[in-house]
């Protein structure tokens, strides 16, 4: 995941510099987020930490996910808005989908709900991939960790005197 790699060391630079911390809630991807964004450069400093909820249980009763498909606009909102609160970040994703190679909740395989989560809004975007399981994990981790980028570029300009 060479891209997603350069995103997330693009990201730890800006994050200490802003002083922005990062919080991930991840299903289909099972902690390769949180790993992505862990090897980065001083992810100490601003990466607060991931939840994997690959379970509809733990998605329900950690991250406050209401009683709808949990491949869905509603539960990916709900996730990064969760997380975000549960471990205290500026900034959170969520990622969750049919990985493949079976649909989930009526999605088909590769289909996957985004959001990311700061404390004026949430934005929640759907994405269709190609490809086997781990063609749709890493696109998926490339894009939520792109996205965490732009988030993070567009919180700096918002603080950056006029």
């Known amino acids: 995941m060479?891209?997603?790699?350069?995103?997330?060391?693009e990201l730890a630079e800006l994050a200490r510099g802003e002083e922005i911390t990062v919080a991930v809630a991840e299903s289909l991807t099972s902690g390769r987020l949180?790993?992505?964004?862990?090897?980065?450069?001083?992810?100490?400093?601003?990466?607060?930490?991931?939840?994997?909820?690959?379970?509809?249980?733990?998605?329900?009763?950690?991250l406050g996910v209401?009683?709808?498909p949990v491949v869905s606009r509603?539960?990916?909102?709900?996730?990064?808005?969760?997380v975000r609160e549960l471990l205290k970040a500026?900034?959170?994703?969520?990622?969750t989908g049919a990985g493949g190679p079976d649909p989930q909740d009526g999605e088909?395989?590769?289909?996957?709900?985004?959001?990311?989560?700061t404390e004026h809004?949430?934005?929640?975007w759907h994405r269709r991939f190609d490809g086997d399981p781990?063609?749709?994990?890493?696109?998926?981790v490339a894009c939520a960790t792109e996205s965490l980028l732009d988030t993070a570029r567009a919180l700096r300009s918002d603080h950056s005197p006029a």
């Open 121 to 124: 809004d949430v934005r929640a």
């Open 34 to 62: 949180s790993a992505t964004l862990g090897a980065a450069s001083n992810s100490s400093e601003w990466f607060r930490g991931g939840l994997v909820a690959y379970s509809s249980e733990v998605k329900h009763t950690v």
């Open 90 to 95: 500026v900034v959170a994703v969520a990622v």
């Open 74 to 82: 509603t539960a990916a909102e709900a996730m990064a808005t969760g």
């Open 134 to 140: 781990a063609d749709v994990v890493a696109q998926t």
């Open 108 to 117: 088909p395989p590769g289909s996957v709900w985004f959001a990311i989560a």
């Open 66 to 68: 209401p009683d709808v």
């Open 2 to 9: 060479p891209q997603a790699d350069e995103y997330a060391h």
